[in-house]
Nanobody
Framework: QAQLVESGGGLVQTGGSLRLSCAAS????????MGWFRQVPGKDREFVAG???????????DYADSVKGRFTIFRDNGKSTLYLQMNSLKPEDTAVYFC???????????????????WGQGTQVTVSS
């Protein structure tokens, strides 16, 4: 069983930056595929970024087109923490952001939210115009 706890959300102006953190516990973090999703009221949870282990100390990351070049996903295995660095934020980035992890051995990153097994409670990000 995995426990995921997000932090770092808040209110920021357009063009600003935020860094979200996701502290993981309870399972093997190093080789787990993990991702960030976001959700606004009335819409499905949307994939933002994900990262999977591809061997040794190497990871592969993928991003939604809407955040490429602005967001960076990275992890600190020593701290069992996943991060999402968000730069050049736009009002349309406003959402609740969730950290998620897949079951061990499930490697694909860009899959529907339903394919991720473990979820944090979410953290609100609001970008003012």
């Amino acid at each position: 069983q995995a426990q995921l706890v997000e932090s770092g959300g808040g209110l920021v102006q357009t063009g600003g930056s935020l860094r979200l953190s996701c502290a993981a516990s309870g399972r093997t973090f190093t080789t787990s595929t993990m991702g960030w999703f976001r959700q606004v009221p009335g819409k499905d949870r949307e994939f933002v970024a994900g990262v999977k282990w591809i061997g040794e100390n190497t990871y592969y990351a993928d991003y939604a087109d809407s955040v490429k070049g602005r967001f960076t996903i990275f992890r600190d295995n020593g701290k069992s923490t996943l991060y999402l660095q968000m730069n050049s934020l736009k009002p349309e980035d406003t959402a609740v952001y969730f950290c998620a992890a897949r079951y061990p051995g499930q490697l694909a990153v860009v899959v529907p939210a339903s394919a991720y097994a473990y979820w944090g409670q979410g953290t609100q990000v609001t970008v003012s115009s």
